[in-house]
């Protein structure tokens, strides 16, 4: 599975950005998505994830309300729409495509992208 994520940029506190993460190669391996980012000098973090159904989402609690994970079928994309951005949501985001592992109830992201950059100033 490859994954191309797009859409960073620079904003202000209060605006919103719309992040794209485009998926090729075996997706049928895959029946989750995710978001992750890392801010400098922290580990990386749960942001977002989504089924493939697009039925299931999760979210961390710092962005839920604010940010909004989707996904396009036909583009065989997972969107995420960032809204009333905050200072503290800067870091490098990366999407990720993985599966849930029922043996031991947790989700397992094999396959990662390049990361894009969000920058917000107050």
């Known amino acids: 599975v490859q994954l191309q994520a797009s859409g960073g940029g620079l904003v202000q506190a209060g605006e919103s950005l719309r992040l794209s993460c485009a998926a090729s190669g075996r997706t049928f391996s895959s029946d989750v998505m995710g978001w992750f980012r890392q801010a400098p000098g922290k580990e990386r973090e749960f942001v977002a994830r989504i089924n493939w159904s697009g039925v299931q989402t999760d979210y961390a609690n710092s962005v839920k309300g604010r940010f909004t994970i989707s996904r396009d079928r036909a583009e065989n994309a997972v969107h995420l729409q960032m809204n009333s951005l905050k200072p503290e949501d800067t870091a490098i985001y990366f999407c990720?495509?993985?599966?849930?592992?029922?043996?031991?109830?947790?989700?397992?992201?094999?396959?990662w992208g390049r990361g894009t950059q969000v920058t917000v100033s107050s």
């Open positions: 990720a495509a993985g599966q849930y592992n029922r043996a031991y109830l947790t989700y397992e992201w094999p396959y």
